[in-house]
């Protein structure tokens, strides 16, 4: 075979595999061209990787050089393990443009160095307000008070009765009454007239998943994403729920959090890139471990920072807002 040889031009007997479904399973590298990125599949064969001359695939080290990881990078594992770990891994060249663009975006005092001091007060002087806000107002006044809850149970139970916009007046009526009657999913299940508790606030439909929802929790401990989706909850308020309630680390992007972050960082309001705010809700919210962050971003973007009106002069982060400071 040379570079330009398709699997599909090979002599049947040579074949090990169906040619209609694998037309480039056999592809000898070229001298001149980019070879393929390397995929963690080369942990099993590496028939997309022969060597331009030699009748063999390539070895770790040249798969390492093709990802752009230095020579003196080591791997660790059996000789398969290597290969999926530079197929699986960001090739460093391009962590490097990444981490660039992000020290680019936050600004520096010196070229590419660290981000200047002033700019790292002033996100941790933002935290800090919106950390007070929201443990002496937003807990008071909150309009999704299920939200402010940290068991998953009764976050996504509020969510799943009241989360509609239809839904939300009646919760200031009839969410104390459901949190004290139904504080667990147990308490939930023992209760014989919880069908007729819906049916009072017109949402008899969420019983099959609410019934769902509770003897999944009265059967396990650790709840997954992936379990909550199955039982019919939404991917976008399961993981919201999980994140809330501390149960896990993801910190989903949420309308009112990119809305608030990008109010804040100007340079990247109207953006639609992804990334752009993902970078902005990470200035915002910071590593967050209790989650407590994330909570107070998503209640001021629905009580306060909200899309049509904003009401700036309640916000308690208005001093070192972007957008109030343009307007």
């Known amino acids: 075979m040379t570079d330009k040889t398709r699997y599909d031009q090979l002599p049947e007997e040579l074949r ?9 399973k056999y592809n000898r590298l070229a001298w001149d061209e980019p070879c393929r990125t390397i995929a963690a ?16 695939t390539l070895s770790i080290r040249e798969a390492a050089r093709v990802q752009s ?13 290597p290969f999926k770990q530079i197929g699986e891994a960001v090739a460093p060249f391009v962590a490097q443009a990444i981490g660039r663009r992000i020290l680019d975006f936050l600004g520096s005092s010196q070229g590419r160095g660290r981000p200047s001091s002033r700019l ?27 939200r402010l809850e940290a068991d998953v149970w009764l976050n996504l139970t509020g969510e799943l009765l009241f989360g509609d916009r239809g839904q939300r007046g009646k919760a200031h009526l009839f969410w104390p009454n459901f949190r004290k009657d139904w504080p667990d999913p147990r308490a939930y299940l ?37 379990e909550l989706i199955s039982i019919g909850i939404n991917e976008k308020t399961a993981r919201r729920a999980m994140a809330l309630s501390e149960k896990s680390h993801d ?6 959090l990119i809305r608030v972050a990008s109010r804040v960082f100007e340079r990247v309001a109207g953006q639609k890139s992804n990334i ?20 107070a971003a998503i209640e001021l973007g629905e009580t306060i920072c909200t899309a049509s009106a904003p009401a700036c002069m309640l916000c308690p982060i208005e001093l070192n807002c972007s957008h109030l400071r343009k307007g």
């Open 16 to 24: 090990r595999y169906d040619a209609n479904s694998f037309t480039d």
């Open 41 to 56: 599949h080369m942990s099993k064969d590496g028939y997309w990787y022969i060597h331009p001359d030699q009748h063999r």
């Open 69 to 81: 990881f230095p020579d003196w990078f080591r791997f660790a594992g059996p000789r398969t393990a």
């Open 120 to 146: 790292v007060d002033t996100h941790l002087k933002i935290r800090k307000t919106m950390r007070k806000w929201f443990d002496s107002e937003a807990k008071k006044n909150s309009q999704r008070p299920w």
């Open 190 to 226: 023992r209760d014989d007239h919880r069908a007729g508790h819906l049916r009072t606030i017109g949402m008899s439909k969420i019983a099959p998943t609410l019934d769902a929802f509770a003897k999944y929790l009265a059967a396990n401990n650790a709840p997954s994403v992936r």
């Open 251 to 256: 910190r989903p992007n949420d309308s009112a």
């Open 276 to 295: 752009e705010n993902q970078i902005a809700t990470a200035l915002l919210v910071g590593k967050d471990e209790d989650a407590v962050l994330y909570a």
